[in-house]
T-cell receptor
């Protein structure tokens, strides 16, 4: 069974500082990995995804994530955080791309608070 | 134009009632989903439809019944509501069943009293 763990429930960071959110997954085959962001009262928005190829992927809003197969991790980073980055961040893992019936498994989320 | 819209945004009801949540997407996507987000923010898939056909049906009580009249709509009907059904329900869509990119609605906060 696939699973996702986000070890940090809350992270507080100062505006302008760097941010790293941890994600560890468990999946029996090649994983498809995603990061989504949820602003208060909103649905989730895709930040970036990894299917194959370069293990460092760039996303929207200045975010990037690095896939490390040996560590079963897909950590999200941003060099300089803006106040608008305060939100809940979800890591997710999915199975074979395009296969009918596959589904995403989400982690429990990390809430990011940004201090002025 | 909102890509994935769901109504109502808030739903407060008594135990035992029957309620529906509607979802519509104007993206021309073939696949739609219902996700449930509990009070601890865990997000779990409930159902998925591809071209009006049910392709994912997680272990969900049969009080929950999705209905897809066409591929742009996926409604969720819940019978005999229970306290434990209180959650935020998200509708989502994607181009195909491989969910390359999910587009989410803004959620329906269901409170069962």
């Amino acid at each position: 069974a696939q699973s996702v763990t986000q070890p940090d429930i809350h992270i507080t960071v100062s505006e302008g500082a760097s941010l790293e959110l941890r994600c560890n997954y468990s999946y029996g085959a090649t994983p498809y990995l995603f990061w989504y962001v949820q602003s208060p009262g909103q649905g989730l928005q895709l930040l970036l995804k990894y299917f194959s190829g370069d293990t460092l992927v760039q996303g929207i809003k200045g975010f990037e994530a690095e896939f490390k197969r040996s560590q079963s991790s897909f950590n999200l980073r941003k060099p300089s955080v803006h106040w608008s980055d305060a939100a809940e961040y979800f890591c997710a893992v999915g199975g074979k791309r395009g296969a009918a019936g596959n589904k995403l498994t989400f982690g429990g989320g990390t809430r990011v608070l940004v201090k002025p | 134009d909102t890509a994935v819209s769901q109504t109502p945004k808030y739903l407060v009801t008594q135990m035992g009632n029957d309620k529906s949540i509607k979802c519509e997407q104007n993206l021309g996507h073939d696949t739609m989903y219902w996700y449930k987000q509990d009070s601890k923010k865990f997000l779990k898939i409930m159902f998925s439809y591809n071209n009006k056909e049910l392709i994912i049906n997680e272990t969900v009580p049969n009080r929950f019944s999705p209905k897809s009249p066409d591929k742009a709509h996926l409604n969720l009907h819940i019978n005999s509501l229970e306290l434990g059904d209180s959650a935020v329900y998200f509708c989502a869509s994607s181009q195909g069943p491989g969910y390359e990119k999910l587009f989410f609605g803004s959620g329906t906060q269901l409170s069962v009293l």
